[in-house]
């Protein structure tokens, strides 16, 4: 198994499936991470590939106690003093220099919640393509053998729809964002899993105008959205059908706004000076006004909660009401921190436009 690995994701859905073959789990608000056990020591992957393992050493000192070879698929959480889960205080985590990252780890410990087992010591080797079942009791095995006091645990799972659904009802204050159910019989497939792995979570709902978009008329890449406090937001990238039914709705202009990572920028034809109309964080401004094109839509959109607390530059770019694109506060967020690094991304701002 080849460092970095590409984690499975799972589709969102209406409600949770029926049936004798889905086992339920917990979804967590906080990062999603690989942990590797390797005989040289413990390293800490995000979703993106990226080695984060500096930022949450103390996971990494817990991963000394599973035997070489092993390798998790998890969630990184914190909780606040209350006990509930906090992505607040996962993403300053995540986002922290190593010095600060030491000092929020004296300050709130974190937890490691496994919800799979990808590889396993020697002679089992890398057990992805078994079934959901075997895997899960080898994670528990696993897990069973680390010391009491460990802050790597497996994540709280069942085969009662009921149970699961009581879970999803009641506990969303404790930072259960919704449930993630698995067939029983699936292996573990990097990307999208098909109806192998399906998750509900909550959302609210809020009125927005569309106000511009990435890519072209035709085929739009994202939207940016005006919300109801004069913000401008900027969904996650559409998915083909959405796209299809969106664009109708756009009003071509000239130019073309391209998204790239924590930074939107335009192209007008003809403009080959370098850098021109180019959003800069790192160098903190920008060259021009980043004009967005400007159709005339609207929308009725569902925003989760992650997104209401801009959970990263590329799912939700806080900007003034002139569109003047800026870095969102004087920490950019890192790149992998995406808003469904539980089990998997995709759309959740989009998905849910009619």
Known sequence: ???????????????????????????????????????????????????????WGDLALAGHHLP????????????????????????????????????????????????????????????????????????????????ANTPIQA?????????????????????????VAKRTTSPYRAGRTGTSWLKIRHTDTTEATVAGFTGTARQPRALAVRLPDGRVALSQRLTTALATRIAPRLVPQPGRAHAGRRRLHTRERGDRRRGRG?????RGGHRGPPALTRPQASARLHLLPQLQRARTAAAYLPVDPAASLRSP?????????????????GQRLAASLS
């Open 1 to 55: 198994m080849d460092w970095p690995l590409s984690v499975a994701l799972a589709q969102s859905v209406p409600e949770l499936p029926t049936g004798t073959d889905w086992s339920y789990e917990m979804k967590l608000d906080g990062h999603r991470m690989i942990m590797w056990r390797t005989d040289a020591g413990v390293r800490l992957q995000a979703r993106s590939g990226r080695d984060v393992t500096a930022a």
């Open 68 to 147: 070489a070879g092993t390798v998790l698929d998890g969630e990184a959480v914190i909780t606040t003093e209350n006990g509930r889960i906090s992505f607040e205080a996962a993403q300053a985590r995540a986002a922290s220099s190593p010095t600060r990252a030491r000092r929020l780890t004296a300050q709130r410990p974190a937890h490691y919640i496994a919800f799979d087992a990808l590889q396993l010591p020697s002679p089992n080797g890398d057990i992805r393509a078994r079934p959901y079942s075997e895997r899960r009791a080898a994670l528990l095995s696993l897990l069973a053998e680390l010391p």
């Open 155 to 179: 994540v709280s799972a069942t085969t009662d729809r009921d149970t699961a659904l009581t879970w999803y009802n009641t506990l969303h204050n404790q930072g259960i964002e919704g449930i």
């Open 278 to 282: 180019r959003h800069h964080p790192a």
């Open 329 to 345: 506060g004087s920490n950019p967020f890192p790149s992998d921190l995406d808003p469904c690094n539980s089990h998997g991304g």
